[in-house]
């Protein structure tokens, strides 16, 4: 009663949940005021139009070739999605092998192609790939679709992998013994038995990581892959225009992520463990 | 009879890196014979049971199931563990699967059982066990002892020609104990050779065939119940009973 304990509260719970209400209010109103500043400039502003509404319109013709980026980004996430798990797979066995030299291998798979940005890597891929043949000899006429997918492939497949191997680690040990006392083999106990349960374990990080590849295929545009951003580079570059493919650009990639982040809530819900449904 | 035993240590040593757990093991179980195993804690207890389903390696000597060397880099492990049940302290029944899933896994995957063969079969299992009205329950919807219990129904599936019971009713609530134990008698009863890490103390000496004490990873005394809790040899043995009342 008489002593202030030094572990006190700084603030008590009612004070925290009005300051952190407050807070939200504030980034609300900045946030609304600059979209209404940046949709509304010309009425506030006169003659100061931020957004070319013409242009917009214009840009977001079906004849479009923003629509013809969006295409492809939807198509290069969606094939490196399914193959960046894949790898991811095996990968995160590796990363559990106790073979030193499958483990050693996968680790330095994962330091790589996490520790390395992948602007570096798709350059690496893009110009440095090529640099081994002959000039002129390099097979492939169109490289900039393949190196694309090799390159978001191999960098997410050591992200996924690692969230897989989280997801394995953190299964009691028990687990795979049970399944190998039964006289599983390790394949067959990985497979039946480890494998849906961690599955359910990494389903947030490999949900996240999936919208960060999304998010990735941006940093194509510095191989000249046609997708959004270099859309927008080249209509600033013709017309000195920003906002208007700015705010396309911005609604496209919004159109994927956040459908994606709600499917990737509601997966990781039904895969919890802890909220097992009744058959 | 003196016919060879059905699993037999012999001069077993297990080695943790520099520690060493278990110090040249000699014990046979016979067809049928219900050993039980205790000691202090740390003793080695599980580890040998380990052992015996190749969960751990061993360092030196050999382990038999009727008379094939367990330890024999070209002895199929897989083969091998299908005939040795085992039942852990912990259950690690498999939460994704329910009784009857669990109970049908390893004969469908292993065995290539049909699963409509496999489904009857687990049905015998799980009303053999008290549980036939629990078969799509999730683990995580049964208590302890029933988990137990289907446990011991899933390594009964794959009938092993031995099981190995772990100090499986420790981490159950004292209540929950008889069941498991009731189910373990009643295995007994229908002459299932059996090799039993437990402190139920009771029950060692109402349903084992012999007792193995073990202390430091060396096996310090075996003998009947009777003999062993009212008149034990050594020392080490009568210090253990002692702490026990
Ligand atoms: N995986 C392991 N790594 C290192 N030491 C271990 C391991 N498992 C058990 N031990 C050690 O081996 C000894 C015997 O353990 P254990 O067989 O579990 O004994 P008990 O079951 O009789 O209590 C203990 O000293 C324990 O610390
Ligand atoms: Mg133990």
Known sequence: MSETGTGGPIASDETFRRLGMAAALVVALSVGAFLALLFLSGHVIPGRQLINYGLLAELAQPSSDYYGAYINILQVFLLTAVMSVICGVFVGLGRISKTPLTAGIARLYVEFFRGTPFLFQIMAIYYGVPAFFEPGTFPLTNFTWPAAIVALTLNHAAYSGEALRGGIESLPTGQMEAARSLGMSYVQAMRNVVLPQAWRNAVPAVGNDLIILVKDTSLLSVIAFPELISQFQYTYSQQFEAWAPLVLVGVFYLTITVPLSALVNYAGEVADPSRRAEP | ?245
Request: aromatic content about 4%; hydrophobic content about 40%; some cysteine.
């Open chain 2, 1 to 245: 009879m003196n016919e060879a035993p059905l699993l037999a240590f012999e001069n077993v040593h297990k080695y943790f890196g520099e520690t060493h757990v278990l110090k040249g093991i000699d014990l046979g179980v016979d067809e049928g014979e219900l050993v039980v195993v205790i000691g202090p804690s740390g003793s080695g207890k599980s580890t040998l049971l380990r052992c015996a389903n190749r969960l751990e390696e061993i360092q030196e000597g050999e382990i038999r199931l009727a008379g094939t060397p367990l330890t024999a880099s070209d002895a199929d492990v897989n083969r091998l563990r299908q005939r040795i049940g085992m039942v852990f302290q912990s259950f690690n029944l498999f939460p994704h699967k329910t009784a009857a899933g669990n109970v049908t896994l390893a004969p469908r995957k292993v065995r290539g059982i049909a699963d409509e063969k496999a489904e009857e079969r687990a049905e015998t299992l799980l009303e053999r066990v008290g549980l036939s009205d629990q078969r799509d329950s999730y683990p995580a919807e049964l208590s302890g002892g029933q988990q137990q219990r289907v446990a011991i129904a899933r390594a009964l599936a794959m009938d092993p020609d031995v099981m190995l019971f772990d100090e499986v009713t420790s981490a159950l609530d004292p209540e929950l104990v008889g069941e498991v134990l009731g189910v373990m008698r009643d295995l007994a009863a229908e002459g299932m050779t059996m090799m039993v890490v437990t402190h139920e103390m009771g029950f060692a000496r109402e349903v084992a065939d012999r007792i193995v004490l073990m202390a430091d990873g060396e096996i310090v005394e075996t003998g009947e119940p009777e003999r062993f809790f009212t008149d034990p040899e050594t020392e080490r043995a009568e210090q253990f009973l002692s702490k026990l009342l």
